[in-house]
């Protein structure tokens, strides 16, 4: 057994893309099925370097979710204006609808898609949030859609000690619906609301697999922070915000045809730069439904 996992970590060639966060890995097939040795070999990749970039993934939706499956049980979207009509596991990030078709940039789904220009964590509004996320590049931009990643367990170390203590042992208010306030969307309704109310999450939290502290915070649903007036929160939220974007502490990627992108939710946030809304850019994503709540640290 001990020499199969040294096959494997000689078959995976990773490279290291920033001094801080990302590598590429090589050596993989998404069609083919994981078995242990690889699981665990990419597993340990994936923890010591946050987000991993498979380039030349040729792989269907189907594979893709397959794949996933691999890290944990894929989450199905609560929406359906995001979800794929027909693989339920896929979350659609795009300008084109599921025909094909170019959507307007006042389309109600290319403007909540826009929203991910915000940094933020995926998921964090939920009681459990997702474990991490895959993204497809099925058709990518040239004009910018590049996507950025921040390592949130080396902000959190960088902070200056008197942030730290404003955000040690405090939590902050993830709610699903402070995005929609941000773009002049149609609020929730009523039964939205119902179906996924606010949870209250700590500011830094533990890494339930590396046991290592980091920020957490979402800034794109994040309404309130325990203890603080809004104007307050919204201040502390913000300044977080542009610490976390430094940088030292960001991998930038540019997308190439069918790469695949996964990242660790619980210890990076992302955003995407804006692009052409004439150009096409569909991103397939599949997310890891979470298995425990957010520890605090
Ligand atoms: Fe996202």
Known sequence: MASFVADVSERLKVRPLHPVLGAEVRGIDMRAPLDPATFQALQDVWMQHLVLVFPDQHISDAEHVAFTRGFGEPEVFHQNI?????????????????????????????????????????????????????????????TGGETQFTNMYTVYEALPDAVKRQVAGRKARHNFGHMHTLASLKPLTEEEKAAMPPVWQPMVRRHPVTGRNSLYISPIYNDEVEGMAAADAQRLIAELVEFAAQPRFVYRH???????????NRCTMHQVTPHDPRERRVMHRTTIVGTEPVLAA
């Open 82 to 142: 995001i979800r794929s009509s027909r693989v339920k596991e896929i979350f659609r990030v795009a300008n084109v609808d599921d025909d094909g078709n170019l959507m307007a940039p006042d389309h109600p789904t290319v403007k909540q898609v826009s929203l991910a220009q915000f940094w933020h964590t995926d998921s964090s509004y939920r009681a459990i949030p997702c474990t991490g996320a895959l993204l497809h590049g099925v058709e990518t931009s040239r």
């Open 254 to 264: 540019r997308w190439e045809p069918d790469d695949v992108v996964m990242w660790d």
